[in-house]
């Protein structure tokens, strides 16, 4: 027979793929997520499971880390060009360098 609580650790687990996984609709899932209680222990044979999961999530971040430092300069570059232009004539930014 199963246990109350490792039902709802599977359950909570499931959602929390789906969010490493982009699966969730909107952000708002994730911005509003809060630390359940209750739940008691971690079932040790969970365990492997949370540890992939907690791996996934660091990778994820280290990836929007990466995207948010590229997009910060991509925005400097075009704010620089916006600095220099003149309105009667065109600018250009060569983005292959």
């Given at each position: ?5 490792r039902d709802?650790?599977e ?23 809060s630390e ?10 969970l ?5 992939r999961?907690?791996?996934a999530?660091?990778d ?17 570059a ?14 250009y ?5």
């Amino acid at each position: 027979m199963r246990s109350v609580s490792r039902d709802a650790w599977e359950a909570l687990l499931t959602s929390l793929e789906h969010d490493a996984a982009g699966q969730t609709a909107g952000s708002t899932a994730v911005a509003g997520w809060s630390e359940p209680t209750g739940l008691g222990p971690m079932p040790r044979d969970l365990v492997g499971r949370a540890s992939r999961l907690l791996a996934a999530q660091r990778d994820r971040m280290a990836t929007l880390d990466a995207d948010r430092r590229a997009t910060l300069t991509h925005l400097g570059a075009l704010r620089a060009v916006d600095a220099t232009r003149e309105p009667r004539g065109s600018v250009y930014l060569d983005a292959s360098a």
